[in-house]
Nanobody
Framework: QVQLVESGGELVQTGGSLRLSCAASGRSFSDYSVAWFRQAPGKQREFAAWIAWNSPATKYAEAVKDRFTIARNNAENTASLQMNSLKPEDTAVYYC????????????????WGKGTLVTVSS
C-alpha cells in the first residue's frame, strides 16, 4: 500500500504560479508511475500530467502543456507539479495518483490516490 498526501494548493491570481507536492509513504514510491489529475466543480476528474516510474518520460494534457511541469524525487518519495501562467479554468481540486494498470490518462486505472489539494485561480 502507498499513502499519498498532496499539498500546496491555494488561492492565486491569473498568471501566477504554484507548486503542488505529493508525499508518499508506505511501500516504495519508485516502482510506480505517478500522475496528477484535477476535478473542477461540477465536472469529471480529468488527467493533467504523468511521469514514468523508470525514466524521465512525461505526458501532459493539451490544456496544461507548456505551462505545467511534473517531476519526481524517488529518493525522497515525492512528486511535484509546477504550475505557471495559471488561468481561472485551472481552478480545481488536484489529486496525485500512483500505480496505473491501464492507460496513463485514465483515472479509473490508478490504484492509489491522495485526498486532493484545492487550487483556486482568481480572474
Amino acid at each position: 500500500q502507498v499513502q499519498l498526501v498532496e499539498s500546496g494548493g491555494e488561492l492565486v491570481q491569473t498568471g501566477g504560479s504554484l507548486r503542488l507536492s505529493c508525499a508518499a509513504s508506505g511501500r516504495s514510491f519508485s516502482d510506480y508511475s505517478v500522475a496528477w489529475f484535477r476535478q473542477a466543480p461540477g465536472k469529471q476528474r480529468e488527467f493533467a500530467a504523468w511521469i514514468a516510474w523508470n525514466s524521465p518520460a512525461t505526458k501532459y494534457a493539451e490544456a496544461v502543456k507548456d505551462r505545467f511541469t511534473i517531476a519526481r524525487n524517488n529518493a525522497e518519495n515525492t512528486a511535484s507539479l509546477q504550475m505557471n501562467s495559471l488561468k481561472p479554468e485551472d481552478t480545481a481540486v488536484y489529486y496525485c495518483a500512483a500505480y496505473s494498470t491501464g492507460p496513463y490518462d485514465s483515472a479509473g486505472h490508478y490504484h492509489y490516490w491522495g485526498k486532493g489539494t484545492l487550487v483556486t485561480v482568481s480572474s
